[in-house]
């Protein structure tokens, strides 16, 4: 896949941010702007689940690792739950939404987190949130001398997560992995289309 680098420069900017107060335990505005009673999880796992090469995991009885890596978790304060965070970052006209697009692919995403730290004994709350950062095309690049300068508006999206499905899914991958018998391409797919319409040219 191409790599997304202005979004992996984004994700950092905001693991930076949210750092800085997770360390200092100090509130940030965002949270203020949006009614939020949190803070920022402090763990000495955090950068572990952070890794795209690690991330939590957890061991199925077949031995295989189940694992993912999020972006961040805020610690609600009145409940002790946990909320799974994750960044996306785009730039686009229209206020961002996970009802559209890549939306229901990005709340299976999150329930897969949250099932993940469930079944590793985390207290989490079904309300995941979506941090969203929208780079606009307004105003000037160069505002201060040789510095390029873009803005982004941010919207946070919250998601009621439903993890119940998680469990078969995963069974049914695992089974899947160990069959000798290749499954039907999906349409929707577009790694089996890559991979058809290759045997197609062979």
Known sequence: MVPLTLAVATDALLKNEFDVVRESGASHP??????????????SDIDLWRNNFKGIRIKHPTGIDIHGAID????????AELHIVDY????KKDEPTIDTGFGDSYKRQMEIYQ??????GFKVSSVGYFLYVNGSKLGNFYENGIDGVMHFETTL?????DDTW???AVEGAITCLQSE???DSGVDCDNCRYFSDRFKLI
Do not use: C, Q
């Not at 965002?30 to 763990?43: I, Q, S, T």
């Open 181 to 183: 018998v290749m499954p």
């Open 166 to 168: 998680v469990k078969d």
């Open 88 to 91: 996306k970052s785009t730039s």
């Open 157 to 161: 999206i919250s998601h009621d997560g």
């Open 72 to 79: 961040d978790i805020w610690e609600n304060i009145d409940t």
């Open 30 to 43: 965002l949270w203020k702007r949006e009614g939020l009673n949190v803070r920022a999880y402090k763990h």
């Open 115 to 120: 099932w993940l730290f469930r079944k590793s």
